[in-house]
């Protein structure tokens, strides 16, 4: 990268696309479906693995450190979950990783003269110890390189010690079977980066390999993911708790309106009988007009039951009788 390509990139991460008034080199924002998610939130594999030995090659989805900065600002105002999106992305980037050690797993279990129980066991511990060295000599290579030479010295004691451990552990494990056993390389899988390690690997490799861009990535990656399985959680369980308190309230609302009625309905008793006045007498009338149907029909000597019908035939007799 050229001094003015630099220069470029960080105002880029500063500003963000609008920065002189120009658009970014893809004609695109931020939210476009082309850009990638996850290198928005920071944690694309495609950018974090880059030039090592699983290097994933270059995104399909856009990288723009402008885009970002976009996203970072817009990102204070609304949320666009995309740490959903790239939680998925990364959950699937990440169980594509762990299928593959487990089948390294198992062509090791295949190919390797199996130990027995307490040579495992011893194994393990030299893994362990292993990697603690790795990790500690890396790290106090980093800051011995950033001028912290208190703190680098004070890791290289704590190596040497585990150093000592460690030797006392090969002696056991030596111990526990032929020594032809013991000359085979015993290979096992990283479970951090699928990558393979020997038990009689020297601190060089070990540091190498533990303080190495493609296990820290692995770390970098796999962290993000617990980060972002939390936060989704989180956010997940807060609008849950927002949905419900919302149906609550629409509840409670509900039970306001119900209260409201029944007690607009109670003073206007007067209304409502009023109306009921006015269904009797239609009443009346209609039986009225029945009743004088009804006496027509009587009259020619239609069989009737009911009051009605004995006073007509009462009537009808008083007839006969007059
Ligand atoms: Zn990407
Ligand atoms: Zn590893």
Redesign the pocket.
Known sequence: MSAHDQIRAMLDELMGTGRDGENNKYKVKFDDPRVCKSFLLGCCPHDILSSTRMDLGECPKIHDLALRADYEQATKGKDYYYDIDAMEHLQSFIAECDRKTELAKRRLKETQEELSEEANQKAEIIHQLGEQIGTKLAKAETVGAEGHVNESLKLMEEVEELKKQKGQAEIEYRNSMPASSYQQQKLRV??????Y?GIHDNDRRLAD??G?K??LG?ITIREKLEDLKKSVAERRAQREKEREERRKREQEKIGDREKEKRKSRSPSRNHRSSRSHSRDRRKRSRSRSRRSCKRSRSRSHSRRSGSRSKRSRSRSRSRYSR
């Open positions: 990283c479970e951090v980066c699928s990558a390690l390999h533990f190495g493609l296990h692995f």
